[in-house]
């Protein structure tokens, strides 16, 4: 694991950076455990980038004149605990995630910062109903549902028992249970009998974090769902910054590739793709002409 000054001299040429740094960070004892610096956070635009100051500073300038001389900031590991520091985590998230932490598979939580850019927009929204697709252990469905207001309702679709049993547990603890609906099912089944109950268009949010390469399925259903102007929100969508590299291929990296352009060409949406956590895009729901 490479030390601070380490990882900075490493961040020098970029386009070698932008290839071989792998996911790591030293992680203090009850320091955040999702997402580390990712390839998929540094600004790989066309050509090679330059560091514009000293080892410590994450600032670099996209070398490609496409995009002019911008200057972006690289998430190294202390610029990222400092984002994390910024996070206002209510003590029920928390000891959900130090919870789950030790759990297989708690590098797929949603990452603090993440958890409260989704509360963030379903707040402004003034969201009554929302979905989940893809719940674990909760992390990300209980910072929805605390911003819920008490006549809302969160759809919470997730086909694993033990991972539910776990979410159940805190929506309690948090007292947010009556805002929850927990589908266990296969998210695909649980979306399609909402729509054959007669919901579509009446959710305001949805946030997909479940099975990657069923991402067009889960976005074209929830696209039913949702109601002119209301958000579906993506995870992962950088997905460990394989997306960009040309020379990685396996399904799970081409289908949200895919997935990535489809949306980017879709006139039934506005989307902005956000360098948060693994990347999320926030799509909004136009209006048809
Ligand atoms: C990345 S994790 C979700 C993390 C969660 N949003 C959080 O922040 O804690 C993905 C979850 O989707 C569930 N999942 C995968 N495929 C599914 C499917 N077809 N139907 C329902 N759930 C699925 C997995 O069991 C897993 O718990």
Same mark, same amino acid.
Not at 88 to 110: C, D, W
Not at 150 to 161: H, I, P, W, Y
Not at 162 to 170: G, H, S, V
């Given at each position: 694991?490479?030390?601070?000054?380490?990882?900075?001299?490493?961040?020098?040429?970029?386009?070698?950076?932008?290839?071989?740094?792998?996911?790591?960070?030293?992680?203090?004892?009850?320091?955040?455990?999702?997402?580390?610096?990712?390839?998929?956070?540094?600004?790989?635009?066309?050509?090679?980038?330059?560091?514009?100051?000293?080892?410590?500073?994450?600032?670099?300038?996209? @070398?490609?004149?496409?995009?002019?001389?911008?200057?972006?900031?690289?998430?190294?590991?202390?610029?990222?605990?400092?984002?994390?520091?910024?996070?206002?985590?209510?003590?029920?998230?928390?000891?959900?995630?130090?919870?789950?932490?030790?759990?297989?598979?708690?590098?797929?939580?949603?990452?603090?910062?993440?958890?409260?850019?989704?509360?963030?927009?379903?707040?402004?929204?003034?969201?009554?109903?929302?979905?989940?697709? @893809?719940?674990?252990?909760?992390?990300?469905?209980?910072?929805?549902?605390?911003?819920?207001?008490?006549?809302?309702?969160?759809?919470?679709?997730?086909?694993?028992?033990?991972?539910?049993?776990?979410?159940?547990?805190?929506?309690?603890?948090?007292?947010?249970?009556?805002?929850?609906?927990?589908?266990?099912?296969?998210?695909?089944?649980?979306?399609?009998?909402?729509?054959?109950? @007669?919901?579509?268009?009446?959710?305001?949010?949805?946030?997909?974090?479940?099975?990657?390469?069923?991402?067009?399925?889960?976005?074209?259903?929830?696209?039913?769902?949702?109601?002119?102007?209301?958000?579906?929100?993506?995870?992962?969508?950088?997905?460990?910054?394989?997306?960009?590299?040309?020379?990685?291929?396996?399904?799970?990296?081409?289908?949200?590739?895919?997935?990535?352009?489809?949306?980017?060409?879709?006139?039934?949406?506005?989307?902005?793709?956000?360098?948060?956590?693994? @990347?999320?895009?926030?799509?909004?729901?136009?209006?048809?002409?």
């Amino acid at each position: 694991m490479p030390s601070l000054a380490q990882f900075n001299s490493m961040a020098k040429p970029l386009p070698l950076l932008c290839r071989s740094l792998k996911p790591s960070i030293s992680r203090s004892p009850g320091s955040h455990p999702k997402i580390p610096p990712s390839p998929s956070l540094l600004p790989c635009l066309g050509r090679p980038l330059r560091s514009l100051s000293n080892d410590a500073a994450p600032v670099v300038v996209a @070398g490609n004149d496409k995009y002019g001389k911008k200057q972006v900031v690289s998430v190294t590991p202390q610029l990222y605990d400092f984002i994390l520091s910024n996070v206002r985590e209510p003590p029920i998230l928390r000891e959900l995630r130090e919870e789950t932490a030790a759990m297989r598979g708690s590098q797929m939580q949603v990452s603090p910062d993440q958890a409260q850019l989704l509360a963030m927009l379903v707040q402004i929204l003034g969201a009554q109903r929302c979905i989940e697709v @893809g719940v674990y252990t909760g992390y990300s469905s209980l910072a929805i549902a605390l911003v819920l207001p008490e006549s809302g309702r969160l759809v919470a679709c997730e086909r694993d028992a033990k991972c539910l049993e776990i979410a159940k547990k805190y929506y309690e603890r948090a007292g947010v249970s009556h805002k929850v609906d927990v589908k266990h099912a296969l998210a695909v089944d649980s979306l399609k009998a909402l729509i054959l109950n @007669g919901e579509a268009c009446s959710y305001d949010f949805a946030f997909v974090d479940a099975e990657k390469r069923m991402y067009n399925e889960y976005f074209e259903l929830l696209l039913q769902l949702v109601r002119v102007g209301g958000l579906i929100v993506i995870d992962n969508v950088l997905w460990h910054g394989k997306v960009a590299d040309p020379q990685v291929n396996d399904p799970k990296t081409i289908s949200i590739r895919n997935f990535n352009k489809k949306i980017l060409e879709d006139e039934r949406i506005s989307i902005c793709m956000v360098p948060i956590g693994d @990347g999320m895009t926030i799509c909004r729901k136009r209006a048809q002409g």
